[in-house]
């Protein structure tokens, strides 16, 4: 009996001095931020002040915090990001290699030999290393875009001011699109492209510009009106929103009531509403089926009314097409002028513009019409007709029509747009 006792307290002391001895690891040290090395957007923007400056950031740590605001997964947006510091500021990011960050993460940028660059307006952290320069301290974290009005994006097109907008995740309601029915980009060329965003019962616009390779590209615009969340971009004087997600244009109201016509107009179209025939107009095909349409392009951002009979090599089918006004009573006008603007492409017999009243529908020949002399674009610039003036026309239904001609060796594309008659 003793001798087992002896074994048991042998073996009870064996195992206290193995677990007193047990080795404790040592905690690796935390590295602690340097506060004075702390920077934000709006000290990072005042380093780039000029446009077209850069600046280079040393060996030492400096370090950027903030919130990702917008990422690559709807392909509109290819090795960027875009970041919203603690204090407000928002920045845009250039990777140097794709993927790796989401909205909603919080991270810390080292900026430590990063280049910050103002190039064309636009101001940016350059070529910056996810893998070696970023630490993500957070995911899922919510941003709430800022609402503001076209005019406040507008307003804010030196980048180092207070009030610029440029690179945050912005709101914007009560808004339509000019370009309705339209894709938002080239989803087949790859080709980026530029639509209009208009406010509500005004014409102050913005560029809403979409690359060929988003997700949304062949999307059709939207009719109605409503809201949009976008990201604040710049190209030189030129404010521009960048989608991030197509489920974030929200526009299922009603289209915006048009504006009203500028002062003292008896008759007023720009086509801005997407519509040929809203107001009263018609097209009228004299001959062949070539119609009249609502367009637009890259160059010229609010839509215009075109014709054009050239449909390929050997397919220019001749026809004779009308874009005819509604009745306008001009009995009570002083001295009514008449103006539009036009361009063409290419070439064809010249159009004419005409005025009868007596015309009523149908046909155009059931009515008697006279040409009126105009100036009519012949480059792809829209120049004014000149002041057409219409005191010989002071009565009652009054109908002014633009005419287009072509035959099988033409192919004139003619555009025309802002057609009133006014004092």
Known sequence: MKKTAVIATTVL????????????YDHPPLKTVNEGAKITVSQLKARVAPASSSYHFGAGDTSLYGTILADESSGNI???????????????LNLLNTGGLAVGDKIRINLNKLWLVNANNMIYIDSVDVGKSVVKQSSGN?????????SEVLAGTVPTNSNSLQSQLVRIESVEFLEKGLPFADAIGKQSMNRTLKVCGGTTSLTVRSSGYANFANKAIPSGSGYMIAIVTQYNSTMQMTIRDYQEIQMTGVGCPPPPPPPGSYLFKDFNDNSLTNGGWTNVNASGSINWTVTTNTTVATPYAQCNNYLGTGNQPACESWLISPPVDLSAAITPIYTFSSAALFTGPAPQTLIS??????????????????????????????????????????????????????????QVDNIRIGE
């Open 13 to 24: 002391t064996g195992a206290v001095l193995f677990y007193a001895c047990k080795k404790e």
């Open 78 to 92: 290819y090795k960027q990001s875009f970041l919203l510091d603690e204090a407000g500021g928002a920045i845009q």
């Open 142 to 150: 919510v941003v709430t875009p800022k609402v503001v009005t076209i």
């Open 357 to 414: 009243t007596n015309y009523v529908s149908g046909a155009p020949n059931t009515g008697t019409w006279t040409a009126l002399t105009a100036t009519f674009g012949t480059s792809s610039t829209f120049v004014s007709s000149g002041n057409i003036n219409l005191s010989a026309y002071k009565t009652t239904n009054v109908r002014v029509a633009i005419k287009y001609t072509g035959n099988a060796n033409s192919g004139l594309r003619f």
